[in-house]
Every structure is written in C-alpha cells, then in structure tokens.
RNA sequence: GCCCCCGUAGCUCAGUUGGAUAGAGCAACGGCCUUCUAAGCCGUGGGUCCCAGGUUCGAGUCCUGGCGGGGGCGCCA
C-alpha cells in the first residue's frame, strides 16, 4: 500500500515529524526519534522524545520546543489527545474507536503490520554449524536456536533468506578419525551408534597418540590421501560425514529448524589455493615467517566496527602450506557473493569469535576494492552470543561432562509429559505425547530466546526446562485459552466480529499490546535479539490472562459485545499464533 | 602486556542504545475455581544498579580511574 503507516509507532513518528517541520525544525536533524509506548500509563498510551534532540540541537529548552511542535500537531483520528509533560515529553492519547479499528486490519493483514524493510533483499544466514563425526552437545544450541530464530525474523519482514549450515567436514581430525577406525572400530557399536562410536575412536586415538607419536604422523598421512583423493579414505569420509548429517537432522526436526543450504567446509576445498593466490597477487595478503597473512595495520583499521583489529593478524595460509578456518571463510563469502548476490551476510557464533570476524570483514573489504567491487555489499553482521558453562565450569568432550542435545530434549519432554498427564489425563495418549513433545522442545527454545543473547547463560537442567513462569509453556497455555474460548464460541453458535469495541480497560489494554506485536517483530531484527520478541509475547499473554480472568466474552450479555469481544481473543491469537512461529515453538490449540 | 564483554532483589535474568518513581521469573508468605482451561490471576516483603569521580535538563545506560569475573590475542575451529 502507497505510503502506508502501519504500527502506531510510525503512524505518531510521523505525526511528529510533520509537526516539526511545520513548526520551523525541518532540516534540523536527518532522524526523528521514534514514539515509543508510553514507560508509565499515567503518561498516556505513546510517548515522543522527540524535542529533546531537537532541544540540544537547536540549544533552546526542550520544553518550549515541545510546546511548538504540539501546536503544529495535525489532527489524527488515532489521537485523542497530546500533552506537553515535564521537561518536554510529548504524551499522546489514542482514540479508542481507532485502537479497534486498527487492530481489526492488522490481524487482517497477512503480515500483521510487520514492516516489510527486506523485501526484494537477500541474506545469507550461517548458524548452527557443528562439527561432523561428533554428537551434538547443548554447546550447539544457541547458534542453531538463536540463528534459525533470526531466520524467521528475516523472512517476516520480506528477506529472501538462504540458511546455511556451514557444517566442519574437512581437517585433520578426519585422518585420525581413518587410522583409528582401521585399528580399533568396533563395529556392532558403530551400526548400533554410529557418532557415539566415531567419538570413542577420536577420544582413543587422542589417548594412544600420547603414548605413540607416530601415530600422529600416520594420521597426518591419511588426511593428505584424504585431500589428494584416495577413494578408499574418501570413502570412508563420506561415511562418517553421512552418518553426522543424518543424526543432526533428526535433532534440527525435533527443534523445527531447516535450512536451505548444508555447505560445510569441504565444499569450498579446491577453491583455497586459488583463493590465497589472489589475494597474494592483489597485495590484500603478504607472505611473513613464511606463512601467507593478511595484517591490519592500526593506522589502516578504519572505524568503531573494527575495534580490537589494529595490529592484529590473520593467517591464510600456514607455514606447512595447510589453510585455516579463515581461509575457507573468505573463499565462502565469495562463493556467495557469486551464488546469491546477498545484500547481507550474518554469521551466528559465540563471543569467541569476535576478531577473528573483524578480521575476515576487514580481509573482505580490501579484497573487494582490490577487485573494484563495492565493499559494502553484501554488508556482513557478526552477531555473536554469550558463552554456555556449566556450573562446575567449562564443557569438553575430554571431561567428559558435556550434556548431549537430544538428552537435554529427551529429559524436557520426559518433565513436560509428567505434567500433561497430571492436568489433562482425559486426552488421549496420542495427543499427550504431542503435548509433550511441544511443550519440552518449547521450554528449551524459550529458554534460550528469552534472555539477552549477548549475556552468558549458566547451564541449569532446572531453568532451562521450566514449566512455569515466563516460559514457552505459559505462551502456549494462553493461546491454548483463546482457541477453547473460540472453538465454544463456534460450538454455541456465537458470531465473532469484524471489529473490536473498547470497553472495558483490560480490552483496551490487551488491544494496545497486540497492537504494538509488529514493532517488537523489527526491533527484535533490528538489534538481533529475539529476547525483544519474547518479552512482548509475556507481555501479551500475562494481559490476556487477566482480561481473560476479569471480563466475561461469551457471557458478556449482549450479543454486540460477545461479538468484539470474540473479535479480540481472536487477535490475541493470532498474535500469539505467529509470534510463537517467529520463535520456532510448535503451537496448540488444546494443553 | 594489549584488546573485547560483563558486574542490577536471596537465585536466574530484563531494562527499547541517555528518558519520567529500576522491572520480571523462581524461591517465601497470603488470597482467588457452583462462570468461558488454576500450566492461570491478584497481593506482600525484598535494591548503595560493584566503588569513586565526571559529562547534562536527565545516567543502571556515556567518559575516566579503580576492584572483581569471563573471553580473545600468527600458523586450532
């Protein structure tokens, strides 16, 4: 639709905008803060910053400057009034016949008012990425979590995404992993539990290497017959590599995760001596202590992204003549660059990673101008996420003391199960199990999503699998709520309406909320942080739940209010509906 | 040594990038089912936002210096 406004947010930013520029402070700022709902009710409904920054900007008091932007205010039908607070907040009042009205077209609107921003835009997603021949342990959530959450994020706000799982299958440990299968493969464990067995064989080799040292160099052996192309070790490769991707995508289905591509680091083998040589020839990468690397100069590290660069060195190429992680990364991009044309490329990985992806940007950018492509396309996002620890501290397969994915989902489930039973033994056992299954898968996503990436999360079997509270659970009991009262309602027979009516506070409270569903959907993109989402998803049930309590729908008496009133639990969820979605949790219509 | 991140209620964490009197969940205590799902709702108690300065109309948030914790830093990924 032609310059259509849709959230609140952007229909007052708007507003505000044009008051200003009427008001004599057009081109005083290039940006005008966005309204923001209101951080107290006794404000009103939105509120607009907006004249403190002209203020400053303009060195007079930011009251006066909103006094004038208010009388410059054009009349709005979704406003009923606007107030001029303290030292200059602008407090809007929205109008209650407007509130029902919107909300009757944003859950009309397939999107639900969720601003298109990435249409006709392409990103390259890669997350998850575990390395093959091992298990996947909860080290591995949070990328694949937080990385296919983001995923759907991009692809409601219009992005043609591609989802890339840049699975580790190629490297050295592939020649240990020969030479220890040849001399130690146990093969009833191995059909039984084919990565259980590929990871005692790692764990042994490492143990008898120790011991016998040349061990080592025959595992060295093996992989360059691996990379020169024997047939027998390539096979058996391939094997251990099948056997991984097979069981990883059992535990991607439990956790409702796809991806669209699964190039892992073997796809980009034969293009890495090319990609070194290029870069030597274009002065991008130098030889130094005869490795090929890219340095970062301080005085050359342009800008706040590339913080912490300075001086620092990336290695391309190893003295041995072997490449590194960062070689295969920039072959990567360019692969991309050359497949998809993306105008974004975002790498989902834990904090660790940090320079080194500074690096491989910094090393892409001068490849980029070297070859007179534009360096800011695609533009790349490192969003990076908080370390998981066990409580007795850090996880590793040599400690033993790493918690496998599908134990972790298994014993959620198990929890979740418990509870079904325990509440709703009249549904058949079927339909628990599916409760179930929803309900534990649920918990463990939420769990993730709901805190700030950024911070590190404490492992904590009994946190991550809560049942109650701000869980997945929760969101999903209040959806489950509003499908009963709807499919009652359709039982006896009682119309839903096309609008919404404001009444009573709690629906005017729960119809602002549901309202305000499409700004945390781009804020949550924005700032790559589902947590944004989720909190405005508690919110929207935790109001739900007491207008559920409080107002009466389908005894409401008249049958004009049951009818808007149906109308609202109806918005609510569909909101609920589709936020879920955009987490990846399985929706119930019963619990 | 240099660089990055963090320090908020007993515990686990939010805090919309500088907005109004700092919020949730869990745990504790008290209340609400003859009415639409009690996996719910309401209430009570609980704070030197690590410390000290600074910037301004306004600081948990920004800058400086400490203290404490985590992570990274040329041939691992």
Known sequence: MEGDVPTVSSVLTELVAEAAERAGH???????????????????????????????????????????????????????????????FLNFRLDDGWIGARLGEMVRDPALFVEQSGAGRTVVIDYSSPNVAKRMHVGHMRSTIIGNTLDRLYRATGWRVVADNHVGDWGTQYGKLIVAWRRWLDREAFEADPLGELERLYVRFGREAEADPALLDEARAETAKLQAGDPENRALWERFRAVSLEEFEAVYERLHVRFDETLGESAYHDELAGTV????????????????????????????????????????????????????????????????????????????????????????????????????????????????????????????????LVDLLDEAVRRARAVVDEKSPHLSEAERARIAEAVGVGAVRYADLSQNPQSNVTFDWDRMLALDGNTAPYLLYTHARCRSLLARAAGEGAEVGEAVRIGEPLERELALRLLRFPEAVSLALAHGRPNLLCDQLYETANVFNRFYYEVPVLRAGDAATVASRLALVEAAATVMRRGLELLGIEVLDRM
Do not use: C
């Open 26 to 88: 057009g081109g005083v700022l290039d940006e005008v803060e966005p309204a923001r709902p209101a951080s107290d009710p006794r404000f009103g409904d939105y509120q607009s910053n907006h004249a403190f920054r002209l203020g400053r900007a303009l060195r007079t008091n930011p009251r006066a400057v909103a006094e004038a932007v208010r009388a410059a205010l054009a009349e709005h039908p979704g406003v009923a009034s606007v107030e001029v607070a303290g030292p200059g």
């Open 277 to 404: 040589q290029a870069l030597l020839d274009l002065g991008v990468a130098e030889e130094s202590e005869g490795a090929v690397v890219v340095k970062f100069p301080a005085d050359e590290v342009e800008g706040r992204r590339f913080k912490g660069l300075a001086d620092t060195v990336l290695v391309i190429r190893k003295k041995d003549g072997a490449f590194l992680y960062g070689t295969t990364d920039l072959a990567t991009l360019e692969y991309r660059r050359r497949t998809w044309a993306p105008d974004e490329v975002v790498y989902v990985t834990d904090v660790r990673q940090q320079l080194h992806f500074k690096q491989v940007f910094a090393a892409w950018r001068r490849w980029a101008r070297a070859r007179g492509l534009d360096p800011d396309r695609p533009s790349l996002v490192h969003t990076w996420f908080g370390m998981l620890v066990l409580p007795e501290g850090s996880m590793s397969s040599r400690k033993g003391n790493v918690v496998r």
